[in-house]
């Protein structure tokens, strides 16, 4: 979920500019639920904001240095927001849940018993590689981009192209030090803006609750309603003495952040308005039907099959030790996390008219192209040729996805610093995405946190048997490369493959850190001149790994720029017709409105109410696994310890509630404000017949799931008895 790719570049000139501004400014009628909108666009809904119950001027929400947009920050994959002065940060528990585990051993488990600082001296560093990010600036850089030579280019040459362009933009970006840039693609690639962000490097763990209350209900309840879930935790940000970002160290103070959020001073009712800021990850609702037909009628049902073997395989080789349970633990969310919402897509999608009404919203687009010979010359020949394309990727995806599946982790490790070794004998601006200057804190820091997310134990088990389940296939369709690296040979079942994994992995030292942080240092000599099993391997595959990666980008050149020019023509054909087309998700910051609200005849046959209350928790309450709520949370919940959060008309403190807000993966952790900008929860999940609406958005069912601030405070005061970060944040 949390990986990102890059999208390559598209025809610009007058009419891209032309197109685009229709896009932008054609915006009359924006309906509460639908569209996660850029900033920018938001004056153009302005009239929409204030009806659906908005008290501020929708400009405000365009200046991200004011509040409330300054508040509203980045931590790489998951969003956040500042809650006080002093750089204290709340986001969603499974957000910190690798900080969690990253912190955690059998002796101190805080993932299963939570962690409150008493002060900031016991505040304790984040996992290696975490970020807070502070969106400071963005600017329109499409003609920059896509200049007249770049247009002319295709296939490997213009992606290479435009990512030489997005280097020299990110470098001047970041010659303000402190700051972390990135130049992102909108509308396939019709569009570019260069994002600039604070980064802060100095991220503590601050506060989480129990895994009873963080993860209440665990896989059983994710995706699902009614939830009774704590999903919350707290992190600092520190900056150097001279308030500038630094790495960690003890003499670093707390960021003093010029805006933060405030709890809110009214209660939140059902019907009242809400919006959520935030990073979401990626939608497709923009995919034609031949992506659709793809993704639903094979790469999803296949994904969903092997990481169903994947965790089942991880549960097996972790019990009974705690040790990799814990190591093992931000994967298996993740996987388990991502498994859950995939089988929720396949179920919305079949036996739904998803495909149809897409090929017949592409049919109508031809159609229109078709009819005027202006248009045709334009589109024509692109919208011609782009499934042709797109059937080519799908060919290498179906014909890959076990061979990418089946490799060891270390063999992985081993290409990355190898691949590191050869682009660091080149100039700086030559080098890769990812092995530039900008990028060896990261590198280094993934190679550090891979010491406490590793078991061997289970990484031979997961290898053996993928490897055995590619290698059944036909012996024409395996690549030689990958067998010789390994010593395997097509047709060997899983025994066999185990023993010979088991030579390969006793000949690496790369599961040794102080190995993995020495290789950075390495030359591409050194590698060659190495007996480790997964450095000869790494080495020995590295002329097959460049291959495929240039036959990838020729693909992506030519396909993104026959999309493009589709894209092109599907916003001059929306424009045509007085309607709008906002951009896909591409965990750039995006402004949801909604409200509050229920859902009549859901999928459970009943009605959802808005609201989930204290009494649900000891009603799921069984004393283990994943509904095992601490014994002090249940004795205050049974002793009516309300505090000053219960709702009358509840009869209780109330939990989670639903809203009619768009959100999709990287919204995690999102903050849901009231009309005044005041935080009244943390987006943390949808509901799982919803999780289609990141390919076909349906206003009827969309609901987001949403952590009251009014649970989080009351745990906070009633049961952890967290009063430093309450008073913090202004909670008497």
């Given at each position: 979920?949390?990986?990102?790719?890059?999208?390559?570049?598209?025809?610009?000139?007058?009419v891209?500019?032309?197109?685009?501004?229709?896009?932008?400014?054609?915006?009359?009628s924006a309906q509460?639920?639908?569209?996660?909108w850029?900033?920018?666009?938001?004056?153009?809904i302005?009239?929409d904001?204030?009806?659906?119950?908005?008290?501020?001027?929708?400009?405000?929400l365009?200046?991200?240095?004011?509040?409330?947009m300054?508040?509203?920050?980045?931590?790489?994959?998951?969003?956040?927001?500042?809650v006080?002065?002093?750089?204290l940060?709340?986001?969603?528990?499974?957000?910190?849940y690798g900080?969690?585990?990253?912190?955690?051993?059998?002796?101190?488990?805080?993932?299963k018993?939570?962690?409150?600082?008493a002060?900031?001296?016991?505040?304790?560093?984040?996992?290696p590689?975490?970020?807070v990010?502070?969106?400071?600036?963005v600017?329109?850089?499409s003609?920059?981009?896509?200049?007249?030579?770049?247009?002319?280019l295709s296939?490997?040459?213009?992606?290479?192209?435009i990512?030489?362009?997005?280097k020299?933009?990110?470098?001047?970006?970041?010659?303000?030090?402190?700051?972390?840039?990135?130049?992102?693609?909108?509308?396939?690639?019709l569009?570019?803006?260069?994002?600039?962000?604070?980064e802060i490097?100095?991220?503590?763990l601050?506060?989480?609750?129990?895994?009873?209350?963080?993860?209440?209900?665990?896989?059983?309840?994710?995706?699902?309603?009614p939830?009774?879930?704590?999903?919350?935790?707290?992190?600092?940000?520190?900056?150097?003495?001279?308030g500038k970002?630094?790495?960690?160290?003890?003499?670093n103070?707390p960021?003093?952040?010029?805006?933060?959020?405030?709890?809110?001073?009214?209660?939140?009712n059902?019907?009242?308005?809400?919006?959520?800021t935030?990073?979401?990850?990626?939608?497709?609702?923009?995919?034609?039907?031949?992506?659709?037909?793809f993704?639903f009628?094979?790469?999803?049902?296949?994904?969903i099959?092997?990481m169903?073997?994947?965790?089942?395989?991880?549960?097996?080789?972790t019990?009974?030790?705690?040790?990799a349970?814990?190591?093992?633990?931000?994967?298996?969310?993740?996987?388990?996390n991502?498994?859950?919402?995939?089988q929720?897509q396949?179920?919305?999608?079949?036996g739904s008219d998803?495909l149809?009404?897409?090929?017949q919203?592409?049919?109508?687009?031809?159609q229109?192209?078709?009819?005027?010979a202006?248009?045709?010359?334009?589109?024509?020949?692109?919208?011609?040729?782009?499934?042709?394309?797109l059937?080519?990727?799908?060919?290498?995806?179906?014909?890959?996805?076990?061979?990418?599946?089946?490799?060891?982790?270390?063999l992985?490790?081993?290409?990355?610093?190898l691949?590191?070794?050869?682009q660091?004998a080149?100039a700086?601006?030559?080098r890769?995405?990812?092995?530039q200057?900008?990028?060896?804190r990261?590198?280094?820091?993934g190679m550090?946190?891979?010491?406490k997310?590793?078991?061997?134990?289970?990484?031979?088990?997961?290898?053996?048997h993928?490897?055995a389940?590619?290698?059944?296939?036909?012996?024409a369709?395996?690549n030689a490369?990958?067998?010789?690296?390994l010593?395997?040979?097509?047709?060997?079942?899983?025994?066999?493959v185990?023993?010979?994994l088991?030579?390969?992995?006793?000949g690496?030292?790369?599961?040794?850190?102080?190995e993995?942080?020495?290789?950075?240092?390495?030359d591409?000599a050194?590698?060659k001149?190495s007996?480790?099993?997964?450095?000869?391997a790494?080495?020995?595959?590295?002329?097959d790994?460049e291959a495929?990666e240039?036959r990838?980008?020729?693909?992506?050149?030519?396909?993104n720029?026959?999309?493009?020019?589709?894209?092109?023509?599907?916003?001059?054909?929306?424009?045509?017709?007085?309607?709008?087309?906002?951009?896909?998700?591409?965990?750039?910051?995006?402004?949801?409105?909604?409200?509050?609200?229920?859902?009549?005849?859901?999928?459970?046959?009943?009605?959802?109410?808005?609201?989930?209350?204290?009494?649900?928790?000891?009603?799921k309450?069984?004393?283990?696994?994943?509904?095992?709520?601490?014994?002090?949370?249940?004795?205050?919940?049974?002793a009516?310890?309300?505090?000053?959060?219960?709702v009358?008309a509840?009869?209780?403190?109330?939990?989670?509630f639903?809203?009619t807000?768009?959100?999709?993966?990287?919204?995690?952790?999102?903050?849901?404000?009231?009309?005044?900008?005041?935080?009244?929860g943390?987006?943390?999940?949808?509901?799982?017949?919803s999780?289609?609406?990141?390919?076909?958005?349906?206003?009827?069912?969309s609901?987001?799931?949403?952590?009251?601030?009014r649970?989080m405070?009351?745990?906070m005061?009633v049961v952890?008895k967290?009063q430093r970060?309450?008073?913090?944040?202004?909670?008497k």
């Open positions: 979920m949390k990986q990102k790719k890059n999208s390559y570049g598209l025809p610009g000139g007058a891209l500019a032309q197109s685009l501004a229709l896009s932008l400014g054609l915006v009359a509460a639920g639908e569209g996660m850029m900033p920018q666009q938001l004056p153009q302005s009239k904001l204030k009806a659906a119950g908005l008290q501020l001027d929708p400009a405000k365009t200046q991200l240095t004011e509040f409330p300054g508040a509203v920050i980045s931590l790489g994959g998951c969003t956040a927001s500042f006080s002065p002093q750089g940060v709340v986001t969603n528990h499974h957000c910190a900080s969690i585990q990253y912190n955690s051993t059998p002796q101190r488990d805080l993932l018993n939570g962690f409150l600082a002060s900031l001296s016991d505040e304790l560093p984040a996992a590689g975490s970020r990010y502070v969106t400071v600036a600017s329109d850089v003609d920059k981009v896509l200049d007249a030579k770049t247009q002319g296939g490997k040459a213009r992606v290479d192209a990512e030489a362009k997005q020299s933009l990110t470098a001047a970006c970041e010659q303000d030090a402190g700051h972390r840039c990135q130049v992102a693609s909108f509308y396939g690639g569009q570019y803006q260069l994002i600039k962000q604070m490097r100095d991220v503590r601050v506060h989480a609750p129990a895994l009873g209350v963080g993860l209440f209900g665990g896989d059983t309840d994710n995706w699902m309603w939830r009774h879930t704590g999903d919350y935790s707290f992190y600092r940000a520190y900056v150097g003495p001279d970002p630094a790495d960690f160290n003890a003499a103070k960021y003093e952040s010029k805006h933060f959020l405030k709890l809110a001073s009214k209660p939140l059902e019907g009242d308005f809400v919006m959520v935030g990073y979401p990850g990626r939608t497709n609702r923009h995919r034609l039907p031949a992506e659709v037909d993704a009628g094979w790469e999803q049902p296949t994904r099959k092997l169903g073997e994947q965790l089942a395989l991880i549960k097996q080789e019990a009974g030790r705690r040790e349970e814990i190591a093992m633990a931000d994967r298996v969310a993740g996987l388990g991502y498994f859950k919402n995939l929720g396949q179920a919305s999608y079949e998803i149809a009404r897409k090929s919203a592409f049919a109508e687009l031809k229109w192209i078709s009819a005027d202006g248009r045709n010359k334009l589109y024509g020949a692109d919208i011609a040729k782009v499934e042709s394309l059937a080519q990727r799908q060919a290498i995806a179906r014909a890959e996805i076990l061979l990418d599946l089946s490799a060891p982790r270390l992985g490790t081993a290409r990355t610093l691949e590191n070794a050869h660091q080149k700086d601006a030559e890769k995405p990812g092995f200057a900008r990028d060896q990261r590198l280094s820091q550090e946190a891979l010491d997310r590793y078991d061997e134990q289970v990484d031979k088990r997961l290898t053996a993928f490897l389940k590619y290698l059944a296939q036909p012996a369709q395996l490369p990958m067998l010789a690296a010593g395997l040979q097509a047709g060997m079942d899983e025994a066999a185990k023993a010979r088991a030579v390969v992995y006793a690496s030292k790369l599961a040794n850190k102080a993995r942080m020495a290789w950075l240092k390495s591409v050194g590698f001149a007996d480790d099993a997964f450095i000869k790494a080495v020995a595959l590295h002329a790994d495929r240039n990838d980008k020729e693909i992506a050149g030519q396909i720029q026959a999309y493009g020019s589709t894209m092109k023509a599907l916003i001059a054909f929306k424009a045509s017709k007085g309607e709008a087309v906002y951009p896909d998700a591409n965990s750039t910051l995006r402004v949801a409105f909604g409200k509050v609200e229920g859902r009549k005849g859901a999928v459970d046959g009943g009605d959802w109410h808005a609201f989930t209350t204290l009494r649900g928790i000891p009603a309450h069984k004393g283990e696994g994943e509904f095992n709520a601490p014994a002090e949370q249940l004795a205050a919940i049974q009516r310890k309300f505090d000053n959060y219960g009358a509840l009869d209780s403190v109330p939990v989670n639903l809203a807000l768009d959100t999709t993966g990287g919204n995690s952790g999102s903050p849901v404000l009231n009309d005044r900008a005041e935080l009244v943390l987006l943390f999940d949808g509901t799982l017949d999780v289609i609406d990141s390919w076909d958005f349906d206003a009827k069912k609901r987001s799931i949403c952590l009251d601030a649970y405070l009351w745990q005061k952890d967290a970060l309450l008073g913090e944040m202004g909670v």
